[in-house]
């Protein structure tokens, strides 16, 4: 199988099995015991917090552990939403459901929700912030990079509008971290979300920044285990992942990102040369590293990825009882449906050869040329 879904998980590198697995059998112990083992799973715990935070150039106080992004999210929506009672929250067409759902559900409990629409390639702009803003507004939240098309956001020129009108700014950085460099500071985000699947940690585990002085309600409740921020025995052995994935994404960050831009170009000249009609959905620099996002016009995507077992990779349009619908984030950018439909999301990874990426071009311009 030649693997290009990099953007929907990613393998656990072998640093990370080989730093976890002590918690997985005899270093049982529970952070809250005054035990030796459980002061080395405490420590542990404060270890990763401090590669998490390195990695992120914040103070290890300022993270908090979560399940993954998800969780991440709601917390800070919710949370936020909870701690003010009222108001409005100001977020954009493209976000990820783990985002979007949870301002539905808090419209539906009286919250004003402002979705932001993004131009056509599939960016917000920050002047739009500036004009959706009101006396009521408790929270922006936009993410740092889209997971369909890698597009990455003008998330310091949103921070620099929300620091001036003193309303409090999350990004959803789950697709960002371990690829570009996320600095809190230069960012200029009271809340940031990342997910350790995706950058080589297991899945179910991940994080939360918090800046001090940002309050919000806890969403589970319970022990004071992480500063009373988020209730429940720590998952250490995962804890352990996620701080030597932050550690490992820290050192290599620039030759990763070199690495994933040259195969990704290289894959989107290969498919250029067979098919001088493919379509670049998301803008052609201010993208990640990693992520092609293309169309063939007038195919399936489906279709396409349907006659290619060996290659695994996404769609831009999903296939419900023979019908097929087009990516809720394409559709913001405008696309049309014939463009739409035959999209797909190539993304590369760290284990990624140029022998892959070769051989994928091959199979994808074969496959195309089947169907026309």
């Known amino acids: 199988m030649i693997y290009l879904d990099y953007n929907a998980t990613t393998p656990i590198a072998p640093e990370v099995v080989r730093a976890m697995q002590p918690f997985l059998a005899g270093e049982f112990g529970n952070p809250s015991s005054d035990y030796p083992l459980g002061v080395r799973a405490r420590d542990a715990v404060a270890q990763a917090r401090q590669q998490v935070a390195g990695l992120l150039s914040c103070r290890p106080q300022e993270i908090v552990f979560t399940s993954g992004a998800t969780e991440a999210n709601n917390t800070?929506?919710?949370?936020?939403?909870?701690?003010?009672?009222?108001?409005?929250?100001?977020?954009?067409?493209?976000?990820h459901p783990a985002v979007l759902a949870p301002c539905r559900e808090l419209e539906s409990q009286g919250f004003e929700i402002t979705i932001l629409p993004v131009d056509f390639r599939g960016l917000v702009d920050p002047d739009a912030v500036r004009r959706a803003l009101t006396p009521k507004t408790i929270l922006i939240s936009v993410m740092h990079a889209n997971n369909e098309t890698?597009?990455?956001q003008p998330i310091m020129e949103i921070g620099d509008l929300a620091r001036a009108a003193g309303v409090w700014f999350h990004t959803d950085a789950a697709q960002s971290v371990g690829k570009v460099p996320v600095r809190v500071a230069e960012l200029q985000v009271d809340f940031l979300t990342l997910a350790g699947h995706k950058f080589y940690a297991p899945k179910g585990v991940g994080a939360l920044y918090v800046r001090p002085g940002c309050a919000f309600s806890p969403l589970l409740h319970g022990a004071a285990q992480e500063g009373g921020r988020r209730a429940g025995t720590e998952n250490v052995p995962y804890i352990v992942a996620l701080g030597e994935a932050c550690a490992l994404a820290r050192e290599q960050l620039h030759q990763d990102a070199s690495h994933l831009q040259g195969l990704r170009d290289l894959l989107h000249a290969r498919l250029l040369a067979g098919f001088p009609g493919l379509v670049l959905n998301g803008p052609v620099t201010e993208r990640l590293p990693n992520t092609l996002n293309v169309s063939f016009p007038g195919l399936s995507g489906s279709a396409i990825l349907g006659g290619i077992p060996e290659l695994a990779a996404s769609l831009g349009a999903a296939c419900h009882t023979g019908a097929e619908t087009m990516s809720p984030v394409l559709a913001a950018m405008g696309l049309a449906m014939e463009v739409a439909r035959g999209a797909l999301r190539l993304s590369v990874g760290r284990p990624t050869t140029a022998a892959e990426v070769e051989r994928a071009a091959e199979l994808l311009l074969a496959r195309v040329r089947e169907l026309r």
Do not use: D, S
Not at 76 to 95: D, N, P, S, Y
């Open 76 to 95: 800070v929506l919710k949370g936020v939403a909870r701690h003010f009672g009222q108001g409005q929250i100001i977020t954009t067409a493209i976000e």
């Open 150 to 152: 890698g597009a990455l």
